[in-house]
């Protein structure tokens, strides 16, 4: 379903993406785990064109883009096949939590507005937010405006939603109220590639754990093999650090 090969990129200097190439297939989690400054959110950025890559080529279904020379017109249909939830939300200030679900819809979609109304209320219900309609962001704590952005993200439909770190901005107090929503919607199928450092979510929640450094893949597989038996030395490094209650089988 999504299919990045050879993806390059490079601010200035420095390459941030050295040739990656992955695969999601459709209705798959797949969790990119990695130290900062490995690459993990450039690659996600990637996928959508946040961030244009130097080489390779981005498919989704059967639309590709070549990273080198794409069109804006290309650009923005892939970008429609995807939707982001960011670190600190993006919402707008002056608008309602229903008009910032309803935006998209109506101004990229060019849906109806009560269709758009409609498919608001419903997604905004399965994020548990219905009494919460008319409310502004600066009403809402973090983990519900977190949820806002979730659910805007849904009511697109959109073929793939990437996860950019979606609990790091949040007290950690409203971390597992995110978290849920998003097993939630993990175990209605919709296809996730979500960057996190919540290792026990990565490992519940995916069925394909990705672990990047140095703008690089070193290993990949199904949470256990990564997880309980990595086979890289730097994964193991990385997973003892990050989780020091951790242990793998030699």
């Known amino acids: 379903m999504i299919s990045l090969r050879n993806i390059h990129k490079t601010f200035g200097k420095q390459t941030v993406l050295n040739g990656i190439n992955l695969d999601v297939e459709k209705g798959d989690v797949v969790v ?3 130290p900062s400054g490995s690459g993990k959110t450039t690659l996600l950025r990637c996928v959508n064109f946040l961030e244009r890559p130097n080489d390779g080529e981005v498919s989704i279904g059967d639309f590709t883009v070549h990273c080198k020379h794409p069109s ?4 923005l249909k892939l970008r429609r096949k995807t939707a982001m939830v960011f670190q600190h939300y993006n919402l707008f200030k002056h608008k309602t939590v229903l008009e910032n679900v309803m935006e998209g819809l109506i101004v990229a979609q060019k849906v109806p507005k009560e269709e758009a109304r409609a498919r608001s209320l419903e997604v905004l219900e399965k994020v548990g937010l219905s009494a919460k309609i008319n409310d502004y962001p600066s009403q ?14 849904l009511a697109l439909n959109p ?3 990437l996860f950019d770190e979606p609990t790091s901005a949040l007290d950690p107090e409203l971390v597992g109220e995110v978290l849920s929503v998003i097993r939630k919607i993990a175990r209605e199928g919709v296809t996730m590639i979500v960057v996190t450092h919540e290792m026990g979510f990565a490992r519940d929640v995916s069925n394909h754990v990705v672990f990047m450094d140095g703008g690089v893949i070193v290993e990949e597989g199904k949470p256990d093999e990564i997880f309980v038996n990595p086979k890289e030395e730097r994964t193991k490094q990385f997973l003892k650090r990050i989780t020091p209650e951790w242990s793998y089988v030699i």
């Open 159 to 161: 073929e793939v939603i």
């Open 72 to 75: 804006k017109q290309d650009i």
């Open 140 to 153: 809402l704590s973090g983990g519900q405006q977190q949820r806002v952005g979730i659910a805007r993200a």
């Open 32 to 34: 990119i785990l990695g």
